[in-house]
């Protein structure tokens, strides 16, 4: 019998962010513009990434819309 263990995740990182008018409708924070970069790893090598702007929240992280 062959056991086949796969390490696989994703990480969302900020690349860069900047000030946006509005507030968070969960926690009452500020929000800003993000550009975000997701990358899927397989056993720690990068295999796929893809970039996309969001609308985050300053104070809690939480996404509040997304521009894919």
């Known amino acids: 019998m062959v056991c086949f263990c796969f390490l696989v995740d994703q990480t969302r990182k900020v690349r ?3 000030p946006a008018a509005g507030i968070c409708s969960r926690c009452g924070g500020g929000a800003s513009v993000a ?3 997701t990358a899927t790893r397989f056993c720690y090598v990068t295999i796929y ?3 996309w702007r969001a609308i985050i929240c300053t104070f809690c992280g939480s996404i509040l819309r997304s521009y894919r």
Do not use: E, F, I, P
């Open 35 to 37: 550009d975000m970069k």
């Open 49 to 51: 990434w893809k970039t």
């Open 16 to 18: 860069q962010s900047k």
